[in-house]
Structure formats: C-alpha cells, structure tokens
C-alpha cells in the first residue's frame, strides 16, 4: 500500500524559513515521480515543485523558483521541500504525491497522496 506522510508544517513569519518532509512507503521509491503541492482556501490545488526520482529532474512552478528547494533521500525513501523567503501567498496545505507516469506537475496526473501539511505565513 502507498503511502506518503507529510511533516513540517507550521506558522512562520513572511521571510521565514520552514523545511516540508514526506516520508514514502509502500512503493519502489526510484520508479516514480513526486511531487509537492498546495492548496489555499477557496483555489485549486496547484504544483509547486516535481520531480523524478530516477534522474533527479526537477520543476518548479514560478512563483517559487529561486526559493524553494526540492531533494530527496533515496536511501530513506524521503522528499523535503526547503522552503526560504515565505511569502502570505505561500499559505495553504502542502500535499506530497506520487505517480509512476506523470508528465506533468499537475494535480490531476497524480494518484496518490499524503494527508496534508499547513503552512501559514503571515505578513
């Protein structure tokens, strides 16, 4: 059974710093892509930063290019998501997924996912 578990989240102010992990199980962590996103009341979930764990390829939506930071640890089946220079508009719930085919950093693309992480940063 995949599972994906977020942690970190938290209350911080703007320019802040906050460290998002996702602890994977359940899956051949190599085979897959995953993927961070978020979701702020009353808007879509969007991707803030994929990528493919075989090559170590990575994206990242614009609004966060330059500040966060997407890793992984193979060896402990983990992802982190090193957040800098918060903004407000970075507050929402942050999702971790995974899928083996994505193409895209979109919601839509991914089948599994974690329980959500909030992240609130206030001004």
């Known amino acids: 059974e995949v599972q994906l578990v977020e942690s970190g989240g938290g209350l911080v102010h703007a320019g802040g710093s906050l460290r998002l992990s996702c602890a994977a199980s359940g899956f051949t962590f190599d085979d897959y892509l995953i993927g961070w996103f978020r979701q702020a009341p009353g808007k879509e979930r969007e991707g803030v930063s994929c990528?493919?764990?075989?090559?170590?390829?990575?994206y990242y939506a614009d609004s966060v290019k330059g500040r966060f930071t997407f890793s992984s640890d193979n060896a402990k089946n983990m992802v982190y998501l090193q957040m800098n220079s918060l903004k407000p508009e970075d507050t929402g719930v942050y999702y971790c997924?995974?899928?083996?085919?994505?193409?895209?950093?979109?919601?839509?693309?991914?089948?599994?996912w974690g329980q959500g992480t909030q992240v609130t940063v206030s001004s």
């Open positions: 990528i493919n764990i075989s090559d170590g390829s990575a």
């Open positions: 997924a995974a899928d083996r085919i994505a193409t895209r950093c979109s919601r839509y693309e991914y089948d599994y």
